[in-house]
């Protein structure tokens, strides 16, 4: 049974730093990796999403990286602002069932003025 | 092209009654599935619908919960006989149905059982 962990569960960091969100998964047997974001109240927003060939995506100040091997996936915020502040959600995709994601509990980000 | 529509937002329902939670997919969009997010909990599948099918039902509660998904209008989940642990928001995402397509969230019903 996959089992997917979001370490740490909440962060707070000032501006400008960078921020780095882990997430694990105990089957390595995915389809693909999502990251999204979810704000208090709202729907999630798709981030990255990471093909199981693939080792990473970007997309802006956001880099996403996959390691199947090993069951890791890191998301990289380069050069945090307070609008990043939010829940960030890693979910899996099992091959037999691809959009039937699997998800995190979650890492809660505050990014202080 | 608006994003996908969910309604109501906010339901607040007494126990024992029903709720109906609808959900318009994007555009274009053939597939739709539907999670749920208890209180401190992550999301979890619930069920996965193409129009006219269930595909997979296997995270379903089997009692009291149903899901359909009509040639025409929207894709509704359905919570007969609703009790207090059925709080929970209710997402609803949806994609054209290509592999490796991300799927897109609608902003979730936020369910309420007195």
């Known amino acids: 049974k996959q089992e997917v962990t979001q370490i740490p569960a909440a962060l707070s960091v000032p501006e400008g730093e960078n921020l780095v969100l882990n997430c694990s998964f105990t089957?390595?047997?995915?389809?693909?990796l999502q990251w999204f974001r979810q704000d208090p109240g709202k729907g999630l927003t798709s981030l990255l999403l990471?093909?199981?060939?693939?080792r990473e995506q970007t997309s802006g100040r956001l880099n996403a990286s996959l390691d199947k091997s090993s069951g890791r996936s890191t998301l990289y915020i380069a050069a945090s602002q307070p609008g990043d502040s939010a829940t960030y959600l890693c979910?899996?995709?099992?091959?037999?069932?691809?959009?039937?994601?699997?998800f995190g509990a979650g890492t809660q980000v505050v990014v202080t003025p | 092209n608006a994003g996908v529509m969910q309604n109501p937002r906010h339901l607040v329902r007494r126990r024992g009654q029903e709720a109906r939670l609808r959900c318009s997919p994007m555009?274009?969009?053939?597939?739709v599935y539907w999670y749920r997010q208890l209180p401190e909990e992550g999301l979890k599948f619930m069920v996965y619908?193409?129009?006219?099918?269930?595909?997979?039902e296997s995270g379903m509660p089997k009692e009291r919960f149903s899901a359909e998904f009509p040639k025409e209008g929207p894709s509704i989940l359905r919570i007969q006989q609703v009790v207090r642990g059925d709080s929970a928001a209710y997402f609803c995402?949806?994609?054209?149905?290509?592999?490796?397509?991300?799927?897109?969230f609608g902003s979730g019903t936020q369910l309420s059982v007195l």
């Open positions: 990471i093909q199981s060939s693939q």
């Open positions: 995402a949806s994609s054209p149905g290509q592999r490796n397509e991300k799927l897109f």
């Open positions: 555009k274009g969009h053939s597939h």
């Open positions: 619908l193409q129009k006219e099918n269930i595909i997979d």
């Open positions: 979910a899996v995709s099992p091959t037999d069932s691809w959009g039937k994601l699997q």
């Open positions: 089957d390595s047997a995915i389809y693909n």
